[in-house]
């Protein structure tokens, strides 16, 4: 899959969190069927090799000993804690040596049935493509059993919801997309108009 997505000059990654787990694709426009086609591959046939999955946890755990000389991560970890005590929030969401460890095969297949389902998921399409090319690819229903039927086509700077309608106004990865240029202070206007008293804008950013 790495070698076919670097073929047409995209890139594919993932990223996960303790509330949400997300899949980013960016290909050109003219290589969308192929995106597709790997996306889907990956949401609906991920096998998790033993061999991938041993190589991912050694990385992850020289990732969390590395860190662990880093003041402000350290910091992070501590303040969590005293945020969050008792709660899972409180914890690290990359896990620790020791549950990274007991992680097995097993326990990722039973997580992945259970959670990575296509009909809870959300899919956002950004770039210059409309809705119909994304609903006219042959296996859009098939890889994500459901139809586009309901979407909304608009812009991050002029959606279709009415004033202070949310709690909250989260975006995760992404809002770097909808500021090219000199349109920031439009997006973020528009995510405060969104927002109730009281609510909150959460923009989060790897």
């Known amino acids: 899959l790495a070698e076919e997505i670097e073929l047409v000059g995209g890139s594919l990654g993932a990223a996960a969190g303790w509330d949400a787990m997300t899949i980013g694709l960016s290909v ?17 046939n991920a096998t998790f090799p033993d061999e991938e999955l ?14 662990k000389a880093d ?8 303040f969590a804690k005293m945020l969050y005590p008792g709660h899972v929030y409180g914890g690290q969401a990359s896990g620790t040596e ?17 959670h990575l389902r296509p009909q809870e998921a959300y899919v956002v399409v950004a770039g210059d493509v409309s809705p119909d090319a994304i609903a ?3 296996k859009w229903e098939s890889l994500f059993e459901s139809t586009l039927d309901g979407a909304w086509a608009c812009s991050a700077h002029r959606t279709p919801f009415a004033d202070a309608q949310f709690d909250r106004v989260f975006t995760f990865a992404a809002f770097h997309h909808f500021v090219i240029g000199d349109r920031g202070p439009a ?4 995510a405060l ?4 008293p009281g609510g909150r804008v959460v923009l989060l950013h790897e």
Do not use: N, P, W
């Not at 041993?54 to 860190?67: D, G, V, Y």
């Open 28 to 44: 050109l426009t003219k290589h969308l069927g192929v995106g597709l086609d790997i996306l889907g591959d990956v949401l609906r």
């Open 193 to 196: 108009r969104l927002v109730c």
């Open 71 to 78: 003041a402000g991560y350290l910091a992070e970890l501590i």
């Open 54 to 67: 041993e190589r991912a946890k050694l990385q992850r755990i020289a990732s969390l000993t590395h860190a």
């Open 136 to 138: 006219s690819h042959h």
């Open 98 to 114: 020791a549950s990274i460890t007991r992680m097995t095969r097993e326990d990722v297949l039973a997580f992945a049935a259970e």
């Open 187 to 190: 997006a973020l206007a528009e």
